[in-house]
Structure formats: structure tokens, C-alpha cells
């Protein structure tokens, strides 16, 4: 019987890794040895809240929890996951976490969520850590821009492409660590007027027409 209830078990969380609905991105951790370099790029302050977007076993999301609440900041940390094992483990490794007030754990389909209900703050001045397939990246990055416009993203090992970032991202900073983990900053300011009706209003003005 207890044989039966294992190979059931690994039968079911085999089907769940190597399933395109409960797993479309395949879980990787991101290097341990790029850790402190990883936390340096999501540059960690008071009053921001910092998304895992498919955060696997949470590897990233709990040492920078771990460091901010070591700084004593009140940074706000969300891992998001749509496998239903890895949402296990990381409601298990948040339960023993030092820092675990500020971490929240979300099952969710990165490609679709709304992010507005993960934070009580306007969505503005999130910052995304990505470590997922370069072919998923347009698809997430455009889920995100319909929702907000200022943000910043910590991507690991794989760069935003041409097509997403010519306009409105920052150039990249690329930091070489085991990978390489590129930083860019979003912004748009949204102006009510278009650039004709600006330069007439300037024309009026000066004509004191
Ligand atoms: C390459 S792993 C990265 C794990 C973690 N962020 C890290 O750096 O160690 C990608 C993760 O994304 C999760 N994932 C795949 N598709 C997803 C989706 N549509 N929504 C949320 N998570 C997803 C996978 O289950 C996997 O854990």
C-alpha cells in the first residue's frame, strides 16, 4: 500500500513538471553563486514591492527577503507560480522564513494576472525579476505594460528583445556574473496633449493670441 501511495505521488508530481499547463516554462533555478549579484541588481529599498514572476522554489525571492529584513527595510517580496508543487514548497520554506510578514506567495499565470490585486500600493515602481524562456519574455513584458508604466526589470541570463525594448525602456545594464543579469528601467510620462496641440498652445502663448 505505501509503495502504491509513493509511485502514485511521483506519478502525479512527474505529470505536473513536465506538463505545458501546470509547467509552460520549465523550473530552473536561477545559480546560487549569482545570488549577491542578483540582490544587488534588484537594489533594495524601503516601500517597494518585488515580483518573482514563476518563482520555483523561491530560491531568489527568499534571500532577498532575507537580506532586506537584515537591513531592516520594509520591502515587500510576492512569488508567483502556477505549478501547484512549487506553491507547496514555497508555502513551506515561507512558514520557517525570518522575514515572512512581507513575503506573499501567489498560484498564477504570469502571462494573464492582474496585478493590480497583489498590492494595496498604485502599481507603479514594481520591480520584476524574470528568469524564464527568451520566447515567453515579449508575451509577460506586454502583461505587464497594460497594467502599469513605471517599473523596473531584473531579467536573468536572457535580455528583453529589440522589439520590446525599442521604445520606452532604459538601455540595459548588463552585470556579468556565472550569467548575466540585464536591468532595465521602464517609464513612460503619459501627456494628455499630442506634440500638434502642444507646439500650437506654445504659438498662442507667444503670440498672445
Ligand atoms: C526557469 S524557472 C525560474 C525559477 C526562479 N524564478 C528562479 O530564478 O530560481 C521558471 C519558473 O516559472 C514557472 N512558470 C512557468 N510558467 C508560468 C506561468 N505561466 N505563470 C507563473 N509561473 C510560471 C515554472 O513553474 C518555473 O518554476
New binding site residues.
Partial sequence: MGFLIFFLTLGIIIFI?SSKT?????????QKVDLPL?VKALNLKNDQVVI??????????FEAARMASQKKLNTKFI?????PV?ILVLHLRRLFHPNRKNIKIIL??????NFNRLTRKPVNSLIF?????PW?MDK?ISNIKRQTNKFKVVS?MYPLSIKTTKSSFSKATAIRGKNQIFVYLHAITTSRYTTSEVVRGAQKQSTGK
Fill in positions: 513538471f501546470f509547467s509552460p516554462i520549465p523550473y530552473f533555478p536561477s542578483i518573482d514572476l514563476g518563482a520555483g522554489d523561491g530560491i531568489v525571492i512569488a508567483v507560480e502556477i505549478n512549487l498564477d499565470d504570469m502571462f494573464k494576472m525579476y524574470l528568469y524564464i524562456s515567453y509577460t536573468y
